[in-house]
Every structure is written in structure tokens, then in C-alpha cells.
């Protein structure tokens, strides 16, 4: 499969992996995929990135996902299924982290019992990357680019989907996005 990813899309994927490694991740998930794309420039999911959400709201979409790492990760619907429970998923962030600092729900503390020097991708990740293709064989593109990486995170569901979502990048969005735009 990545035969058929242009030099953006090999890019994100890198990026991904350098975005896991300077935050210690023991493997790369979405959200890394997501930092990666929002590192790119003169690309087309740059390019929908910087019209859908411009470098100003940018902070406050990458808090929202630091946010959400500090709950493990859980999505809005996670956490009103939960309440739906009975259970309090601040509180339990507020007290596990009073006990064992902040981020300790994070999952991104390093672990020292890595067999190799490689990053390996979460099943989220590598289900973005499986479903990118998929988005690049619908719209008869013959290469995966970045946008098919983009559209295919808002399309999975979760945290990464959600914030997206939440800033006004949905499948939708983008791919009206990248549809005018022209291909580098």
C-alpha cells in the first residue's frame, strides 16, 4: 500500500512517527497522524487545513486533544455513556491525577520494554491509513496523498474525528476543500 502514497503522504506518516518519538509515545496513534498534517505546508491537506482551520485555532484544537489525552483518550460519547453509568469521569481524572501527577491517564509515558528501535501504529492509526486508500480508490485517485489521510480521520470516528468536528473539519468540509483546490 505505501507504493501508492505521494511524497505528502510519506511525509505525514514520518511526521507521525517524529510527533510519537519527541512525546515519548510508545506507539503512533491519529492524534500524531493529525500533528503531522498540521505540520505540512503547500500540500493539499495543508492547504484545506490552513481554509478549514487557520494557524490562530489551531492552539485550541491541539489543547482539546491534550485534553482528551489527559481522560485516556475517552470521546465525548465515551464519557456520556459512562455518566449514563453513574460514573464521574472528571472525578476520576481529578483523582487519579492528584494521586499520580497530571497526564497520568495519558497512556504516553515511555516504556523501556520497546524490542526495536521502530514506532509501531495503534490499530487506529493503521486503520487511517488502511481507510485512506479505500477514500483514494472512491474518488478514482490513483496515489494516496494527504487528503486522503485527512479525510480518512474524520471519517474513523473518536477523539481525533471529534476535535476535527468540533473545529469545523468534516469529510464534508474537506472534501470541498481539497476538490477546488489544484494538485501541487
Known amino acids: ?6 511524497k505528502a503522504a510519506r511525509a505525514v506518516v514520518k511526521g507521525a ?17 493529525l500533528l503531522a498534517l498540521l505540520d ?4 493539499r491537506a495543508a492547504d484545506a487545513l490552513r481554509t478549514l482551520c487557520p494557524p490562530e485555532r489551531r492552539p485550541s484544537l491541539v489543547a482539546a486533544l491534550t485534553d482528551a489525552r489527559r481522560r485516556a483518550g475517552l470521546s465525548r460519547a465515551d464519557e456520556e455513556a459512562l455518566a449514563d453509568l453513574g460514573i464521574d469521569v472528571g472525578a476520576i481524572v481529578a483523582r487519579v491525577e492528584e ?27 493503521k486503520t487511517v491509513l488502511e481507510k485512506s486508500l479505500r477514500v483514494a480508490l472512491a474518488r478514482k485517485d490513483r496515489e494516496i496523498g494527504d487528503e486522503h489521510i485527512l479525510l ?16 469545523g473539519v468534516t469529510y464534508a468540509s474537506v472534501d470541498t476543500a481539497v476538490s477546488g483546490a489544484a494538485t501541487p
Request: glycine share 16%.
Open 99 to 125: 494521586t499520580h501527577g497530571t497526564g497520568a491517564l495519558a497512556g504516553d509515558r515511555k516504556d523501556s520494554g520497546r524490542r526495536s528501535g521502530r514506532r509501531s501504529f495503534s490499530r487506529e492509526a
Open 40 to 43: 505540512g505546508e503547500g500540500t
Open 1 to 6: 500500500m505505501f507504493e501508492r502514497f505521494t
Open 17 to 33: 512517527v517524529d510527533h510519537a518519538e519527541r512525546g515519548g509515545a510508545t506507539v503512533v496513534t491519529q492524534e500524531h497522524l
Open 152 to 167: 480518512a480521520l474524520t471519517t474513523t470516528g473518536g477523539v481525533v474525528a471529534e476535535v476535527l468536528a468540533d473545529h
